[in-house]
């Protein structure tokens, strides 16, 4: 397979000037806190399991905040054991907490209530 080349540009209406227009599904991720006496913030992270070193999301949220982000869909995977929301607390030695989920069937997906110890 291989790539096709041109040798002189390709105009439209004799203009030097392509528009091209790409669209994809986005995903609404939302995520409630529940933050308890302890840490004043956390980091949250997206992965895909096949690929933990590369999160597709990684933000800190502070004590009072809540998760929101908008994400392609093709970042996600069909099977419910691949995306991974986690929830790091910072300091004190906190244990992560970790929410598998599916590839998001609508366009915003809720995850319950996560309390932050």
């Given at each position: 397979m291989g790539?096709?080349?041109f040798p002189e540009p390709i105009l439209l209406d004799t203009n030097p000037v392509v528009a091209l227009r790409y669209t994809y599904s986005e995903v609404e991720l939302l995520a409630p806190f529940k933050w308890q006496i302890g840490p004043h913030a956390a980091d949250i992270l997206v992965l895909h399991r096949n690929n933990p070193a590369s999160p597709i999301f990684h933000s800190t949220v502070f004590a009072g905040d809540s998760f929101h982000v908008i994400l392609p869909y093709n970042a996600f995977s069909e099977d419910s054991l691949e995306n991974l929301l986690t929830v790091q607390p910072l300091g004190g030695g906190y244990n992560p907490i970790h929410h598998f989920f599916n590839a998001?069937?609508?366009?915003?997906y809720e995850f319950p209530m996560i309390s932050i110890p």
């Open positions: 790539t096709k080349s998001p069937i609508d366009s915003i």
